[in-house]
């Protein structure tokens, strides 16, 4: 980040040298280089004093980040204990559900048995016998009672 320079009441060359021609006239030139100096004396403590009130505010930020960095870290720590207590709780009910430690069948991905026996008809080795018919049969013999009534 480019900081501009802080110009001097925002004077310009041409002015500063009006005024350097003012204070030559006013005070003549015996007097020049003791005003300098004491300008010059002025601008180095102004300068201190500003270097001094920099540090300070940089030892100031300092230790409050410090603290900060402390804070995040002990709060990060804290919820690392949370997490580590939450997921052995979690473990602890899964075994505690589970009998032996076994996974439970229904949460173990795997084929589902076929709830309507389809599977079973292409288990049969003979075609022909799957030919015949199931169940009651309609017919004028006496063998069946409700086609005699």
């Known amino acids: 980040m480019y900081i501009q320079p802080l110009l001097f009441l925002d004077i310009s060359g041409g002015e500063f ?12 030139p015996k007097r020049m280089p003791e005003i300098a100096r004491k300008i010059g004396r002025t601008m180095n403590e102004l300068k ?6 920099t540090r300070e505010f940089r030892e100031e930020t300092g230790a409050i980040a410090r603290e900060l960095n402390t804070a995040r870290e002990t709060l990060r720590q804290g919820g690392d204990i949370v997490k580590d207590e939450l997921m052995d709780t ?17 949460s173990e991905p795997g084929p589902v048995p076929d709830p309507y026996g389809l599977d079973q008809e292409s288990d049969n080795p003979d075609p022909e016998k799957d030919n ?3 169940g009651p049969v309609n017919s004028d013999s006496n063998d069946n009672p409700a086609a005699a009534g």
């Open 48 to 53: 201190k004093a500003s270097s001094d009130i």
């Open 132 to 134: 015949k018919p199931k």
């Open 17 to 28: 040298l009006i005024i350097i021609l003012a204070v030559f006239l006013i005070f003549g």
């Open 90 to 106: 979690g473990n602890k009910i899964e075994r505690e559900i589970t009998p032996h430690g076994n996974k439970d069948v229904g």
